[in-house]
Each structure stands twice: as structure tokens, then as C-alpha cells.
């Protein structure tokens, strides 16, 4: 067993046929942790008692011969956004560092209930804020591809551990390419889901109107059998979507002949790296020869997305994150004497430079005077940005586009100016605007041998025609 | 519009966040980068679009806010977080309540 190529299927299939124990399986990842994730730093808290206790459940189904559930015996981590029951929850963030949740985000207990054995808690940029994993509050995170780069933000962690065989699934959030981007940076696959696909109950949130939980897999059937796991209506998150969910697996293998796939020149200008270019080419000349109709469209206000995204995430985080008071969640400073006292150092004490830098900005966009101009205006902007892909969405079923402009970059590359960070997340952020569910695979590796992305967006809750084209990519190498 | 000193001092009031002056300083220099560049959505007429407030009831014909029309439910009383849970992550109660500190000066 190389645990380093374990798909859901096959470590399954080894549960099942109890070839290797579920136990065993948590184990030989537990060892591979101990023997890298010094280096790499992917983990923040390890569940053992409780990844032993649903190990131990799992074998005894299948010591008994019962069927098992999709994803039995899996070994999965999750990002420390996500509530845990009884386990330490920190959002990366100091502020959070004793903080113990009180019950099992939505997702999480839905993987569990599916048989997936969760072996900890994955590091993340600080409330998920970043494109680089640079600001968690405890340590970077190093790419298993090559350790003096990032692995990308901010479930940087979640992305880590599949490609350094820690986990064979892991769950992230994206607010404005957190899942896909860093999928790519690590060369592993990330799937957003549409907004209101999956529930968000237990998520510490960021920017509500942007949020999403899904998952990072080493292939894409991978995904789409988390998706189908996690996916569905919950009545604990009123934004979550009574939207059937579909058998998102067995679109993997559909024949994608037919399909009119668009390619968004605003997407492929000034920027964009010359080896990432091609090798996004040769995939849609591969779509063409398999039979997809390539159609070319144009999402006008494309080079408007980052401006609104960080007028309108900032704005939201600014409220979200205003329940961090020094009350009710762990921190408060020793130093405050006063009411107020308390608000700001214990605000001050708990977060980080870039949260910091995100309140203010939200909080400056939000203030009077200031409202019109900057929230009001980005919200227009945003009804122009979902204009542009209800047009392109007539004329095809996907659109086709880079994930990031380059390939992975060094650690400390980009932290002196936040403003060349958040141009890092260009291709990615109007997904989150609109709402729209997109998929980040492996499409090849440049010349320094580091993975580069590709990504897939589809019509709202059409997560299937998605998937079936990024699976046809995967399994053809078109 | 440039962002001053004293804009980062008072939005740092609003939010409740204190700032040494070398945070300050780096602050007024970050957010007048980033609003240069969101400076750019002036380049826009949206006098007659609507602002969006929320994605899918916006699009899928019409029947997206259908989809969330189940977020009206019956009005039931249903067992949620127990004291002793909701006040487990507090830095300070007196075993029923948050306890904070005191709000009127005497």
C-alpha cells in the first residue's frame, strides 16, 4: 500500500476487503505525519481519540460483513475553520488558540456519518484571510512540492496534506479562491461548490455572501463523491439550497462530446504566465478534439472583480469578526480594566496584521460618508460581474480559465504589499461574486517541475457538467 | 480621497481596534494602495444598476429565491446549546452568566 496515491475508492476498497484495517489506514498516515509535516506544517491539532474511536467503528462493520458506507474508513483532515466537536478550533488565529467547539460543523458530521476517519485539524491563513498561508497565527505552511514555496491560501494546510500523502481528502473553504487556488499551487484538484451547495453551519465566517465549504482530493471522482457526501439542504443554515443533490460520481465517465465550452479572453491578457498559457492551450485543444464545441466569450468587467471582492469580503468580515470581543470566545487581555479596555486589546492582542488590515477596510467602506462610494458601488459592479456570466452562459454549458497567473511562489515573495497578494487571487475571486461552482485540477508542471492549475466554472448548481469535463481532462491528459 | 492618520484612527474606533503608531502608520500607507486601486470602479456609470445583494436569488430565472423559501419554518421550540456549553469558552462567568467588566462608572 503507497498511501501517497490512496484515492477514496481504493482505500476504501482496502477497508472493505479489510485488506489494511481502517485503524491501520489512520495509522500509516498518523506515521507519515510524524516523519513530515515537521517541514511541512500542515497540521494544527491532531484528533487521534477520536479517529481511533470511528476507525474502530468501521472495522467492526466490516468485520461483520455490513455494507459500508462511501467514504468508510477514509482518512480525511479538515481546515480549522470548520467546528469540531470537543476539539480545539482556532481559525488559525491566536484569538482562538483554547477555543474548544461546541458542536460538528454540518460538513464534518456529514463526512463522519459517511465513514471518514478525520485525523486533525489543518492550518490556514488566519480566519481564512490570505492568499499564502503567510498569516496563520502559528506557522506557515511549506508545498510538499518544494518547501521554499507557499502552498497557497488560504486552506493551505488542506491542500499540504493530500499532496504530501497526509490525508486522502481534506475539506477547505474558498471565499475568493482559498480551495481552488491552493489545489493548484500543490497540484492536487479543489472543488467549489455553487453557493448554497453545501452547508455552511460551523464554518467560522469570513464574508457570508462569499463563503463556501468543499473539498481537495487527489482526483476528481474524489471530489465529486465528497460533494455528493457533503451537498444538500440543512436546516441549521438558512443559505443553504433545496436543491436535489445529484450522483456527482457517476458523471465522472460521461462523455462530454457535444459540450460548448467558452474560453473568456478577459482571462487569458496581460499577466498571465507564458507556461501556464500553454498548458491551459493544449487542454482546450484537447476538449476540441474530443468532440467539445470551444466558443469564445467575453466576461467584460473581469478586471473590476478584485476592487469589489475587496470592498465587499472586507465589509462582511468587519461585522463577522465583531463577535470576537473578549466575551464569549476564549481571549481576553489580562490588561483590560474597562469595558472598552477589554474590546480593543483583547482585539489587539488576539489578531494578526492582515485581519487588522481587512476590519479597517471593511469597517472604512461601511462608514458613513463612505457607504456609497465604496460598498454601494461594488454591489452594482457585482450585478454587472453576474450579468457578464448569465451572457456568456447562454452560448455555453463551462468556461475554461487559468486558476493563478504563475505557479507557486516563494515564501516571503509577496507579504511586503498586500495589494500584489490580493492580485494573486484575480482569476479566482469572481466565482465567489457570482456564485457560479468551479473546479481547480492539475493540468502539467512548468519547467521548474511545479504543478500548475487549471479551472472549470459551470452554471449555478450544474457542479456535474464540471465535474464531467474535469474528469475527461484528468483521465485523457487532453 | 486620501486616507489620513486621523481616518485610521477613528475607523480603528469604530472597530474596536487598537493601534500602536508604527501599525498606524503602515495601516494608512495599505489602505490608501488598496482604495487606489478600487478607485478604479469610478471608471463605471452604475447609476441605473441595481446593487446585489445576495447571488442566487438573482439568478436561475427567477426561481432562485424559491429554492430558500423553506428558510421560513414553523416557529417550534427545538433543545439547543446547554448553559454549560454556551459558557464553556468564556474567559470569565459567574457559573450562569458571561461576566464582564463593569459598564457604569460610579
Known sequence: MDINVLTIDSARKLVESREVSAVALAEAHYAQIAERDGVIGSFL?????????????????????????????VPVGIKDVLMTRGERTTAGS?????FVAPYDATAVQKLEA????????????????????????????????????????????????????????????????????????????????????????????????LDHVGPLTRTVKDAATMLEVIAGRDTMDSTSANVPVTKYAAECGREIKGLRVGIPKEYFGEGLDAETREAIERRIDGLRKAGCEIVNVSLPHTEYAIPVYYIVATAEASANLARFDGVRYTTRSAQAKTLADMYRKSRDEGFGAEVKRRILLGTYALSAGYYDAYYLKAQQ??????????????????????????????LGEKTGDPMEMYL??????????????????????????????????????????????????????? | MKVTEKDVAYVADLANLELTPQESTRMVADLNSILGHIDK?????TSNVEPLAEVVSAFAGGEGSQRFAYAQRPDVVKPGLSREVALSN?????????????VIER
Request: one cysteine or more.
Open chain 1, 45 to 73: 491539532t491532531m484528533t487521534k481519540e477520536r479517529a481511533q474511536k470511528q476507525a474502530e467503528r468501521i472495522d467492526r462493520m466490516a468485520e461483520k460483513g455490513d455494507p459500508l458506507p462511501p467514504l468508510a474508513g
Open chain 1, 94 to 98: 491566536r484569538f482562538l488558540e483554547k
Open chain 1, 114 to 209: 459517511a465513514g471518514a476517519v478525520c485525523l486533525g485539524k489543518l492550518n490556514c491563513d488566519e480566519f481564512a484571510m490570505g492568499s499564502s498561508n503567510e498569516n496563520s497565527a502559528f506557522h506557515p505552511v511549506r508545498n510538499p512540492r518544494d518547501t521554499t514555496r507557499v502552498p497557497g491560501g488560504s486552506s493551505g494546510g488542506s491542500a499540504a496534506a493530500v499532496a504530501a500523502g497526509f490525508a486522502v481528502a481534506t475539506l477547505g473553504s474558498d471565499t475568493g479562491g482559498s480551495i481552488r487556488q491552493p489545489a493548484a499551487f500543490c497540484g492536487v484538484v479543489g472543488l467549489l461548490p455553487t453557493y448554497g451547495r453545501v452547508s455552511r453551519y460551523g464554518l467560522i465566517a469570513f464574508a457570508s455572501s
Open chain 1, 381 to 410: 459592479v457585482r450585478t454587472l460581474l453576474t450579468r457578464d456570466f448569465q451572457d456568456a452562459f447562454t452560448s455555453v454549458d463551462a468556461i475554461v480559465t487559468p486558476v493563478t497567473p504563475t505557479a507557486a511562489f516563494k
Open chain 1, 424 to 478: 494573486s487571487d484575480i482569476y479566482t475571486v469572481t466565482a465567489n461574486l457570482v456564485g457560479v461552482p468551479g473546479i481547480s485540477l492539475p493540468c502539467g508542471t512548468n519547467r521548474e517541475g511545479l504543478p500548475l492549475g487549471i479551472q472549470i466554472l459551470g452554471k449555478h448548481f450544474d457542479e456535474a457538467t464540471v465535474l464531467r469535463l474535469a474528469h475527461a481532462m484528468e483521465q485523457e491528459q487532453l
Open chain 2, 41 to 45: 470602479l469610478n471608471e463605471l456609470d
Open chain 2, 90 to 102: 468564556a474567559p470569565d462567568t459567574d457559573g450562569s452568566c458571561f461576566r464582564v467588566p463593569k
